[in-house]
Nanobody
Framework: QVRLVESGGGLVQFGGSLRLSCVAS????????MAWYRQAPGKERDLVAT???????NYADAVKGRFTISRDNAKSTLYLQMDSLKPEDTAVYFC???????????????WGQGTQVTVSS
């Protein structure tokens, strides 16, 4: 089992910055890729950015050039640096970790509880 706890959300003005953190605990050695998702009110949960165990990253078009995902494996922590924030970035942001299970040939997905990010215009 993997437990994820996000922090760093809050209220910020248009053009401001925030850094989200996600601390993993439990069987963290099983984690391969990690990601940030977000969900705005009344909308589906959307992928924001992903990072593999080797550090390869991928971003949604809406955040390219403004957000940076990174991970510190020594600290078991995932980060999301968000710059040039816009009101449309307002959402609950969730951390996700994937842990392949070779015994059952499945990929277990774990989620944090989410952290609210609100960008005022």
């Amino acid at each position: 089992q993997v437990r994820l706890v996000e922090s760093g959300g809050g209220l910020v003005q248009f053009g401001g910055s925030l850094r989200l953190s996600c601390v993993a605990s439990g069987t963290i050695s099983s984690i391969s890729s990690m990601a940030w998702y977000r969900q705005a009110p009344g909308k589906e949960r959307d992928l924001v950015a992903t990072i593999t165990s080797s550090g390869r990253t991928n971003y949604a078009d809406a955040v390219k050039g403004r957000f940076t995902i990174s991970r510190d494996n020594a600290k078991s922590t995932l980060y999301l640096q968000m710059d040039s924030l816009k009101p449309e970035d307002t959402a609950v942001y969730f951390c996700e970790a994937q842990a392949p299970d070779e015994v059952y040939d499945v990929v277990n997905r774990y989620w944090g509880q989410g952290t609210q990010v609100t960008v005022s215009s």
